[in-house]
T-cell receptor, first 117, second 109 residues
């Protein structure tokens, strides 16, 4: 099946620094990529929708200047957490969508755990 | 607004029994519904998709039903095993997938 990778799988950083997370679709071109955030014992929360070559669409309450998304190609999207603070510590998951006919299938990356000290 | 609810936050059952998880939705008429499994610290893994014109779908020990009148999907795991312990999420399509809160299943040996 289709594979989505994320890098790094975990990162620890100091407060005030920026962290970049990569999301790649390894063997297919993704129509759309999504970024989710998950707090402990909670479900996934959609942060933004990203289409190649265009600006990301952010969900209400998500600061676009804080969470920069760049979708450089049909196989790569990056999420940069700028000036990270401890409250940004979370599990970040990306997904990539393939549309074949009328069927849309979403493949998830393994996630990136961010800890801000 | 659209809303998805999964019946309980946690479900504990004995090995060998059938686990039944519920997903209810409102203000929505989805063309299909999906179920995912998520293990701690990992991303969700797709399990099953059921379309609006399908009443039931099976995959090995998994069975999903979809009642568009009741606006409900049931997810069954028969002959449950401790390895089935995980959080199970239902999701509905739209401009993006919308997930329910998930049900944490614990199968005890």
């Amino acid at each position: 099946g289709a594979v989505v990778s994320q890098h790094p799988s975990w990162v620890i950083c100091k407060s005030g620094t920026s962290v970049k997370i990569e999301c790649r679709s390894l063997d297919f071109q993704a129509t759309t990529m999504f970024w989710y955030r998950q707090f402990p014992k909670q479900s996934l929360m959609l942060m933004a929708t990203s289409n190649e070559g265009s600006k990301a669409t952010y969900e209400q309450g998500v600061e676009k200047d804080k969470f920069l998304i760049n979708h450089a190609s049909l196989t790569l999207s990056t999420l940069t957490v700028t000036s990270a603070h401890p409250e940004d510590s979370s599990f970040y998951i990306c997904s990539a969508t393939v549309l074949a006919g009328f069927r849309e299938t979403q493949y998830f990356g393994p996630g990136t755990r961010l800890l801000v000290l | 607004s659209q809303k998805i609810e999964q019946n309980s936050e946690a479900l504990n059952i004995q090995e060998g029994k059938t686990a039944t998880l519920t997903c209810n939705y409102t203000n929505y008429s989805p063309a299909y519904l999906q179920w995912y499994r998520q293990d701690p610290g990992r991303g969700p893994v797709f399990l099953l998709l059921i379309r609006e014109n399908e009443k039931e779908k099976r995959k090995e020990r998994l069975k999903v039903t979809f009642d568009t009148t009741l606006k409900q999907s049931l997810f069954h795991i028969t002959a449950s095993q401790p390895a089935d312990s995980a959080t199970y999420l239902c999701a509905l399509p739209g401009n993006m997938l919308t997930f329910g809160g998930g049900t944490r299943l614990m199968v005890k040996p």
